[in-house]
């Protein structure tokens, strides 16, 4: 997101509250954009009837005799709800937020520029499917139909009357399939596996040796907790789950590089807004999903529950919608429900008539950074000086002139570096010489001799994504179910999937790179050409499964499968297990002899708010002898289930004691950009080291001439949270509640971070205390670093009955509308933050039932709406 916007401040805070002031003015412009939602509307380019009904918490489900209509409607309908975030977001992918914001957003855009987004969506949108052409130009005639319709400022939205005041020259340009397309790259972007490990790996490098750094990114724990195919390998070019295991060829780890670089390259990659991931540098990227045969369920079919894990947004990064045939055959096959992007047609997650599929982040390492030996205009490659791809980009700013920047490529991509120059004086951890990767004689060069880094990622590759989408949406069948997920080339996604017929299937997508050398862990030599990529894992050979006997598949980011099993390698930096055992072991529990689940039983799984390391960090903590108000506050911590309930005293002392924890034990230790955010790896990392009371780590290394010890430390933590919460929530400990603290502001994407009260007024709602943590599976994270506040979280939740569509459930973080004070602007949130959902439905007479509105759209040209005064 945008820095907080500091050129509005200087303008917008006399303007807003004058204008708040003028009651009626404000009244006026807040309705003026609020959409028709029922009657009549003719949309051009329609060439039958469509018919939009919404419920009372506006969720629109369409009905279209094509599919351009049906995708045309959709278009129309998201542009009615969101049109200003789906203009904020193609001015992000673009690399244009400067042209709606100013120069505070130009660091942003520049770095968007030149890992060219839209550049590589410009060159996808041609290898697509007819079909799927079609479908994206329906889209944007929708789109472009409800512009032409609504004209001016106050008819889009409040958001573009508020900007009138700092921009009033902005005018939105015609939607293109391509805005569509670029939008895609933003979510690869935000679930882009490893790349902040690797630079974190990188960054402590600078300040401690190897052995230290790998301690603070372990193994996975294979013997505690279960992979998600814990059966077969690659057999005669497949992937056979009945296969005999095929251990994967052993990689050594690369070697630290050199610092400055690449400092300013971990700038440049937090600098780039966050649409859809975690803020805090990739630990809270992550999904649970699950899917459990009719086998283990009342109802005698499968069951499927999803809940990704995202960035908290307003409005929600998801939009729910029904989009249906009203005759469903080849040349229109869709009656699809379920969770869409606004900005882009289809349905993303959800369900059809036949089949449903949910997704979590499978976390492969699909980008590398390869550090870079830069002369002039030249890169070194094997002892070759070879000239680097320049062009420039032109970057439109509001309120100034035009800024160029000079955009440098070598084979393996961008050089995202360029954009942060200085950068590296102002980190910690920078270094004026490091080990030199090419192996020289001396070991050691000027920092100055490896000052570039480039990205490789597989999303600067076109692809075919979009072509995805429709097939999921159309799919019918476990083998069409596959065939379209071959096409999701990029965000590598764990896909569960169940059909009516009483099948599940796990698969395993995405374009991942075969490495010539190293295992994608650290950031590498380019120079050398010894660190190539060789191609991708074949589709074929990547984890599936079908029917296994146990009847349930369980993703939760961890680790898909053993490389004792498995030949190919995907990554070494999986979240860690903690949630997908939890889930596992309610499962287990709930279904042992002879149990059955119910859409009931998965929703409350999805609430469970059981702290995964509670285990065993408070056994070490009750151990020790303690004085004063500390020793009265830890005994909240006797006989804690780890249940973290917005009411809990003691998930609100544990959680403050596991945050001083972290930043007394590690902070000393490491630079900014390695420090750690919370998360399971951290779970990990301190498991270890609890039965290691003099490790290094224990030590602080601001207390010269003592040598700090495990317990030390504990006792540390345990004051220094109850300093903390005595001072912001009272002495009484009893009375501390874990959601006082941990709690949700919904913060509109561009102008809720504006620093004046007035604008957040207007567009942020909350808080809304929330139960859960971390690594929950109820995952609502937040930063230690930072403070308790909720940054990622579940984005939504939906739990599938194969056998009843009407018995579904789901809800989203906030709304259907994205129009400040709609009724569904937010009305979803408290549902969501108490662990409510509501009906799912799907069919076309519960449809028309649970209608509180219904919108005709006809074919004919729109009226135009004239321009607010």
Known sequence: MPRPLTWLARVLTVLVVLGLALGGVVVWNVRAS???????????????????????????????DSPEDLFLAQGYVHAQDRFFEMDFR???????????????????????????????????LPLLAEKTRHYLDAYAKGVNSWMDRNRGAAARSLEYAVMQLTNSGYEPEPWTPVDSLAWLKAMAWDLRSNMSDEIGRALAATR??????????????????????????????????????????????????????LARAAAAVRAVPSLMGDPAGGSGIGSNSWVVSGEHTVSGKPLLANDPHLSAALPSVWYQAGLHCRKKSAACPFDVTGFTFSGVPGV???????????????????????????KDDSYLLMGQWKPLAVRTETIEVAGGGPVRLRVRDTMHGPIISDVMEGVRKALPGAIETAEDLSGDATGNIPEEAADAVALKWTALEPGRSADAIFALDAAQNWQ???????????????????????????????????????????????????????????????????????????????????????????????????????????????????????????????????????????????ELDLAGPAKDARELLRGWDGSQGLESAPAMYFNAVWRHLLIETFNDDLPEGARPGGGDRWFEVVRVMLDREADPFWDDAGTAGRAETRD???????????????????????????????????????????????????????PFPVSGND?????????????????????????????????????NLTGASGHAFHDNYADQAPLWASGQTTPMLSREESVRKAAANTLTLLPGAAPVQAPAP
């Open 34 to 64: 609020f959409p028709q939602l029922a009657g009549e509307l003719k949309v051009d380019g329609l060439v039958g009837k469509v018919t939009v009904y919404r419920d009372k918490t506006g969720i629109p489900h369409i009905y279209a």
């Open 90 to 124: 193609r001015h992000v992918t673009a690399g244009r937020l400067s042209e709606m914001f100013g120069a505070a957003t130009l660091t942003e855009d520049k770095v968007i520029r030149t890992m060219g987004w839209r550049r590589v969506a410009e060159e996808e």
């Open 208 to 261: 401690l040796p190897r052995g230290r750094v790998e301690q603070l990114w372990p193994g996975y724990p294979f013997a505690e907790h279960q992979p998600i195919v814990t059966r077969g390998s690659v057999a005669r070019g497949r992937f056979d789950q009945d296969g005999e295991p095929r251990s994967s060829v052993t990689r050594q780890p690369d070697a630290p590089p050199a610092a400055g670089a």
């Open 348 to 374: 993303v997650i959800g369900r059809n008539d036949r089949i449903a599929w949910g997704f979590t982040n499978l976390g492969p390492d699909v980008a590398d950074l390869y550090m870079e030996k830069v």
């Open 480 to 622: 069409e179910f596959r065939t379209a997920a071959a096409s999701f080339d990029v965000p590598s996604q764990n896909l569960v999937y169940a059909d009516v017929d009483g099948n599940i299937g796990y698969q395993a997508p995405g374009r991942i790179p075969v490495r010539a050398k190293g295992d994608g862990t650290w950031p590498v030599p380019g120079w050398s050409g010894e660190y190539a990529w060789q191609g991708t894992i074949p589709f074929d050979e990547l984890p599936s499964l079908y029917n296994p006997p146990e009847g349930y598949i369980v993703t939760a980011n961890n680790a898909v499968a053993d490389p004792e099993r498995y030949p190919h390698l995907l990554t070494r930096d999986w979240a860690y297990g903690y949630r997908s055992q939890r889930i596992l072991d309610l499962l287990r529990d709930a279904l042992k002899d002879g149990g059955k689940v119910d859409v009931e039983a998965m929703s409350g799984l999805q609430q469970d708010s059981r702290n995964g390391f509670a285990g065993f960090l408070v056994p070490r903590l009750m």
């Open 712 to 766: 030390d430390m504990l006792r540390r933590a345990l004051a220094l949270a109850y300093d903390e919460l005595s001072a912001r929530l009272g002495p009484d400990v009893a009375a501390w509640r874990w959601g006082d603290l941990h709690s949700l502001t919904l913060t509109h994407q561009s102008l809720g971070t504006s620093g004046i009260g007035p604008v957040e007024w207007l567009f942020n709602r909350g």
């Open 775 to 811: 690594d929950a599976v109820n995952a609502a994270g937040w930063d230690v670093q930072e403070d308790y506040a909720v940054g990622w979280l579940p984005s939504m939740r939906m739990v599938v009955d194969l056998a009843d569509p009407d018995r579904s459930r789901w809800v």
